[in-house]
């Protein structure tokens, strides 16, 4: 599977990606990976074979994902007309079975261990309410269920705390806010393996981000300090510029993105490389990573007003920010490098203390692959933060 530097991995969410959100990433990205309409559970059917001496075990379906109703037609008609992008494989929908650098029975196993994390499960559940969710589950299985024939273990199987409960809101938000919680951490690990920036536009996902974030520093930070940690990217209004792309051809949209995308891509080059330098830098202090994100921040200065000219030259419309190139931070796009990159999510649970290492067994440490052997993205692109 091919694989670009300035490239961006949509992580799923309850909602398909809209057509005027994929263009606008279209022009601001070499390649814009999102899930297949197929990929519809933590696990998916036949996705996940284990091999015991006598016989090998298939595991059907499990986890699936909420959903809004008529998702699949939504998602069809998001991609009406695109078709030559897609046979470029500038827009590329990824099946998760197709990830063979992933064992997707670590996705099951991230899911299980973060169901008992309050932080995960709460920053999934800031739409929760007392009415029932307007959120289509099929019959699944939500936890557990590792399968073995008698007599032996799962490779995946360790001891699970009681899952968090939500209080003073409907039951059913209180697994689907765990399985929303599955799935990112699922969409984080395919678009680590893709080398893609994991993207969070929608703000469940951007909640959930954040709180794994929080967990995987080794630094404390309260969300007043958050601007502190963000790296405005962006110059152009996000609604603004999708306002005007609702109607515009995807064929335009190709034609638009051969005159932007050399501007937008100095800029993203500059983040990744320079990101990469601070996630890998062993800062002893929350200082010390402040400092390094400002310097970073004024040298970023030039590239933004090269790219801000880039867009005005389009005249789109009034898509600029405002305030120009030079203008303040705003929470509108954040780009915010991890404190330490960390190579798969299911190391990063360990990091957190959801999973005791001592509980692993040795067949699951060895589905951990070395940390030279990973390719890691620096960056999480947050979009619709709300605090």
Same mark, same amino acid.
């Given at each position: 599977?091919? !694989? ?13 990606? =809209?057509?005027?959100?994929?263009? !606008? ?49 939504? %998602? ?37 261990? &973060? ?37 032996? $273990? ?5 001891? %699970? ?24 951490? $699922?969409?984080? !690990? ?6 893609? &920036?994991? +993207? ?5 996902? &951007?909640?959930?981000? %954040? ?5 995987? =520093? ?27 792309? +609702? ?7 190709? #034609?638009?993105? #051969? ?19 601070? @996630?890998?830098?062993?800062?002893? =202090?929350?200082?010390? %990573? ?8 004024? @040298? ?14 389009? !005249?789109?419309? @009034? ?41 692993? @067994? ?10 030279? $052997? ?14």
């Amino acid at each position: 599977m091919s !694989r670009t530097y300035n490239s961006a991995f949509v992580l799923t969410g309850d909602e398909p990606i =809209s057509a005027p959100t994929l263009k !606008r990433l279209l022009l601001t990205h070499n390649k814009v990976y999102f899930s297949d309409v197929n990929d519809e559970a933590i696990i998916n059917e036949k996705e996940v074979f284990e091999r015991f001496p006598n016989m090998t075990v298939c595991w059907g379906a499990r986890g699936h994902y909420p959903r809004v109703p008529e998702y699949k037609e939504r %998602y069809s008609r998001c991609l009406k007309g695109s078709e030559t992008a897609l046979n470029r494989t500038l827009l590329q929908p990824i099946e998760s079975r197709n990830i063979r650098t992933i064992d997707p029975g670590m996705h099951w196993m991230s899911y299980n261990a &973060s169901l008992s994390n309050k932080d995960l499960v709460n920053a999934a559940a800031i739409d929760a309410t007392i009415e029932k969710p307007n959120l289509s589950i099929p019959n699944t299985i939500f936890c557990g269920a590792e399968v073995s024939p008698s007599g032996a $273990k799962s490779k995946y199987s360790f001891d %699970y705390k009681d899952p968090t409960e939500l209080i003073d809101v409907h039951e059913e938000w209180s697994w689907i806010s765990r399985l929303r919680v599955g799935r990112a951490l $699922k969409s984080i !690990r395919i678009a680590q393996a893709l080398n893609a &920036s994991p +993207i969070a536009i929608d703000s469940i996902n &951007s909640e959930i981000c %954040y709180a794994l974030m929080q967990q995987s =520093s080794p630094f404390k930070f309260t969300n007043d300090a958050l601007m502190d940690f963000a790296i405005d990217a962006d110059i152009v209004d996000i609604e603004k510029l999708e306002a005007n792309l +609702i109607d515009v051809p995807w064929d335009d949209i190709l #034609k638009i993105r #051969k005159e932007i995308l050399p501007a937008v891509s100095k800029t993203k080059d500059f983040l990744n490389r320079n990101t990469n330098i601070i @996630s890998n830098n062993e800062f002893k =202090s929350v200082d010390q %990573y402040i400092r390094a994100l400002n310097e970073l921040k004024s @040298s970023l200065i030039h590239l933004k007003e090269q790219e801000y000219e880039a867009w005005e030259s389009l !005249r789109i419309g @009034s898509i600029l920010k405002i305030g120009g190139a030079t203008g303040s931070i705003g929470l509108g796009t954040l780009a915010i490098p991890t404190l330490t990159a960390f190579p798969s999510v299911l190391v990063s649970l360990i990091c957190a203390g959801l999973i005791s290492a001592a509980a692993l @067994s040795p067949e699951l440490k060895k589905l951990i692959p070395a940390r030279r $052997k990973l390719r890691e993205h620096p960056l999480y692109l947050i979009e619709k933060l709300t605090k």
